[in-house]
């Protein structure tokens, strides 16, 4: 046993050297002559440390002082917390005076999700209420960045605007609503949801990032976000709004100068609104998401956008990304690309045919990366390899329930080559032809793209 890992049993052992005279004779001389030798080696001003079973306690108890978590300096513990999950973080403050200290400092409530449910079955722990009153009292004037996820239930997007209404104090710089089921604040009074998200926009100041998509927000709502925070927004996302209309758009293009990204639904979008995204008084955007979704199921005519008013846009903003996210069905979908569009990022979440996707090869040069959920059962060959003759900035390709030969594909690969960084198409995508098989297939791919390749697997349950 070491006794200098247990100080019981190093006391124990002293008072038996000591009732020994012969012993601690010995030890007695074998401490003097350890002592001349360090007067003999070492400077006169450094105080050599006693040696021996005393020493052994010395150390015993520097190592005791060494493990005392509790005089840890402030920012260490702070930074440990910060990884903590906020239970855990809880639990720990109640540990000692210190680290509930620790606990209320501000930098650690820049950043908070409240959780809140009503369903016994939802896959978050709902944030308990003593907590948020906690928050709502000592910390949010130190609230930064902030978000609301809530389930499908009413009630749950209720207790949402009940807190919003609350931050008085707040200096909130990033503000996200998430509806993890249905968008359930769509379903909560307007007039409660409005005045809620008024408080924000109104005491921040300093709004530089929001994400209120499906939610009941409106034109005025958004006047006010602009009078209280125009040099200040950035990114605004506000897809499926069904009460804000082409003007509330209008008004944050016209006045928030530093605007960098924005989403939106299609049918706010108007040759009027990408003028005024274009005029000289703005700094470019970088990001304009666009998601395509009937409004009313089954409508089949959407306004088109005039050609001259993208050209405008993108002689402004040279380097921003148009996204379209598309969710309709394919009769619907005869509207666009019938000329020149700056998309640079497309999805479709429904089938689409193969009239529109070569318009897509033919009217979309700046394109990036292509998504196709689902096509049926016509080969798509002629139309890929358009898209790569003709898109000369495409990086990414998905194809998902469509048929393309082996032949075909290949073709599209070597035309595309080495700039094809990300490449994910089913093994049920490629058929089989009398040049190619799906064993031959992912060599030749590999060839062109200088790099290993396979097809993706349908995962088997």
């Not at 003028?275 to 199921?297: F, G």
Request: hydrophobic share 40%.
């Amino acid at each position: 046993m070491d006794v200098g890992e247990h100080p019981i049993a190093a006391v124990t052992s002293f008072r038996l050297f000591r009732g020994d005279s012969n012993l601690e004779a010995f030890f007695r001389m074998k401490r003097n002559n350890l002592s001349v030798g360090n007067k003999v080696q070492s400077s006169p001003a450094v105080k050599q440390p006693k040696l021996g079973f005393y020493s052994s306690l010395n150390q015993t108890h520097t190592y005791t002082v060494l493990l005392d978590w509790g005089s840890l300096p402030h920012y260490v513990v702070l930074r440990i917390f910060q990884y903590l999950p906020l239970m855990d973080r809880a639990r720990a403050s109640s540990v000692c005076r210190r680290w509930n200290e620790v606990f209320h400092i501000p930098d650690l409530w820049r950043k908070f999700e409240f959780e809140l449910n009503k369903s016994a079955t939802s896959y978050f722990n709902s944030t308990h209420p003593a907590l948020i009153q906690q928050i709502i009292k000592k910390h949010a004037a130190h609230l930064q960045y902030v978000s609301f996820k809530v389930d499908s239930s009413t009630e749950s997007a209720e207790a949402a605007c009940d807190i919003l209404s609350q931050l008085v104090n707040c200096s909130i710089q990033t503000l996200g609503l998430i509806s993890t089921a249905k968008p359930s604040f769509m379903n909560v009074s307007k007039s409660h949801f409005v005045s809620a998200l008024t408080v924000v926009f109104v005491n921040s100041k300093s709004l530089s990032s929001i994400k209120i998509e499906d939610t009941p927000v409106d034109d005025p709502s958004l006047k006010i976000l602009v009078a209280n925070n125009s040099d200040t927004l950035r990114r605004l996302k506000m897809s499926s709004c069904p009460h804000v209309s082409s003007d509330g758009i209008l008004c944050v293009a016209d006045h928030c100068q530093g605007l960098r990204e924005l989403a939106l639904n299609y049918y706010m979008l108007s040759d009027e609104l990408l003028l005024a995204l274009s005029s000289e008084t703005h700094v470019n955007l970088e990001h304009l998401r666009i998601d395509v979704v009937s409004e009313n199921p089954g409508q089949i005519k959407f306004l088109s956008v005039k050609k001259q008013s993208w050209d405008v846009l993108i002689k402004h903003s040279p380097g921003v990304n148009v996204v379209m996210y598309f969710f309709l069905y394919e009769e619907e979908l005869e509207t666009f690309f019938k000329e020149e569009t700056p998309v640079t990022h497309l999805y479709f979440g429904r089938s689409i045919s193969k009239a529109v996707l070569g318009r897509i090869g033919l009217n979309c040069p700046r394109l990036i990366e292509l998504v196709v959920c689902a096509n049926g059962l016509q080969a798509l060959d002629n139309e890929l390899i358009c898209i790569a003759e003709h898109c000369k900035n495409l990086t990414a390709l998905g194809l998902s329930e469509c048929e393309v030969s082996c032949s075909a594909f290949i073709e599209f690969v070597r035309l595309c080559g080495r700039r094809l960084t990300q490449l994910s198409i089913m093994e049920e995508v490629l058929i089989p032809n009398d040049d190619y098989s799906l064993d031959e297939i992912h060599a030749e791919v590999s060839k062109y793209l200088g790099r290993v390749w396979f097809p993706d697997v349908m995962p088997l349950w």
